[in-house]
């Protein structure tokens, strides 16, 4: 008997009968001997309307207020659920976040989990029942509702899965599980049987939408197995592991690209010691993240220049802080560019390995590809092109280090 905790995103309780399959899929992993707690998210769109609706009376809402509001679409999900279990005969009930008391901090629209309180869902499993949580949602300490952020039902799941100390977190989506690329851009992707927590954070940190990074870190953290899986049809999903799960590491396990980029040039920036801090200060004052830098040395030896990237939405308030410090930081000329894209390459193999970025630029020089700022961490190489070339650059890619379907 394994103890598992199942969750459902918004796809997969989309509509009655989505619900109803849903049941019965619980009912067979409890007829084979499991048991079975299941988180849900809501009904796919109803979160963006709930928001939408909170937004229309004021953008600049009361955030407690807005979470009472988005948090109702999990409760609608997690009641519906337990009656369809119930009717499938399959003893069932709902927990809302403040029920089990999934406490959180007070950062609303965000908020993070800080303790969750197990004793109820332990005698509600022990008594043969399946509880529904819904995902999401939580509570403060003085008592008020609190949500986890965009897609914070994966965090949920993984939150109960570690309280529980379950076997294994599975997160059933739409798709059938995590892909070394894009099967929309190249076709020859193929889905990975296991990755590392490492990798899946890398990956959701480079535009892979799959998981919630929260979600991921807390598994890391708590050394909970996840496996990402369709809800749509039986084959197995992506295992989400611990490094040390993993017998043998390919070099690289992905090739991602996130085309939210834009690219900003300071062109004969003094060169002197507080030059760098006297830019990013009022950017990050902003609120504004910067991802890549890259500095020149200085030829002439008194300036240099200095390019970095943000995202596109905060290109243009970007560009106006610059504008605003001019005095300050004492610059040339500024260029900017948002028709660039940053594509990845991914793997824990890497750090073992040497080759794994000339591999990289070489594959891209072979199709002209011009690289035009270059990053890497310890198992992430990450390079900024034209984006015009993306499609190329991917598959390209994909084809270099071997991951291409046979
Ligand atoms: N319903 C929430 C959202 O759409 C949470 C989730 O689905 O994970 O972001
Ligand atoms: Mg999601």
Redesign the pocket.
Known sequence: MARLVKKF??TSVADIDRIQAVAQRVKRARAEGDQVAVVV??MAG???QLVGYANTISPLNDPREYDVV?AS??QVTAGLLAMALQQQGVPARSWLGWQIRFRTDDAHGKARISGVDDGELERSLAAGEVPVVA??QGVTADNRIT??????????AVALAAALKADECQIYTDVDGVYTTDPRIVAKARKLATITFEEMLEMASVGAKVL?TRAVELAMKYGVRMQVLSSFDESPGTFVVGEEEVVEHELVSGVTYSRDEAKISLLRVADRPGVAAGIFGPLAEASINVDMIVQNVSASGDTTDLTFTVSEADLERAVDVIRRNREDIGYGDLLFDPNVVKVSVIGVGMRSHAGIASQMFRALAERGINIQVITTSEIKVSVLIDEAYTELAVRALHTAYGLDTR
């Open positions: 995103g918004g998210s809501a109803v979160t963006n988005v679409g999990e995902g999401f949500t986890l952020g965009r897609g914070g039902s994966d965090t949920t919630q």
